[in-house]
């Protein structure tokens, strides 16, 4: 069984910075692609930043330049570094991980629980 556990939201001033983590364990033979979602109060959620194990990168336009997707494969974990922050960053953060827990079972994704970032002054 894959379980996601993220951290390091918090309550942070208008241009400060967080890293956020996402860290998966359980049976995990490769990690395809990273995703990291957010949804602020009363909005729907919304993609932030995408990475597949092939190098391809995607962000939302309002986060480009600020938010910088990351892995350590060895440590099975995915980072989102957030600098220069804004009060429209405040929002439940959540990482979505595409999973292949051996080498012969399907990719499949898994959703943390959430962490919540405050961009407050």
């Known amino acids: 069984q894959v379980q996601l556990v993220e951290s390091g939201g918090g309550l942070v001033q208008p241009g400060g910075s967080l890293r956020l983590s996402c860290a998966a364990s359980?049976?995990?033979?490769?990690?395809?692609?990273m995703t990291w979602y957010r949804q602020a109060p009363g909005k729907q959620r919304e993609l932030v930043a995408a990475?597949?194990?092939?190098?391809?990168?995607n962000y939302v336009d309002s986060v480009k330049g600020r938010f910088t997707i990351s892995r350590d494969s060895a440590k099975n974990t995915v980072y989102l570094q957030m600098n220069s922050l804004k009060p429209e960053d405040t929002a439940v953060y959540y990482c979505?991980?595409?999973?292949?827990?051996?080498?012969?079972?399907?990719?499949?994704?898994?959703w943390g629980k959430g962490t919540l970032v405050i961009v407050s002054s």
């Open positions: 979505n991980l595409v999973i292949k827990p051996t080498v012969v079972s399907p990719a499949t994704g898994y």
């Open positions: 990475a597949t194990s092939g190098g391809n990168v």
């Open positions: 359980g049976s995990i033979f490769s990690i395809d692609a």
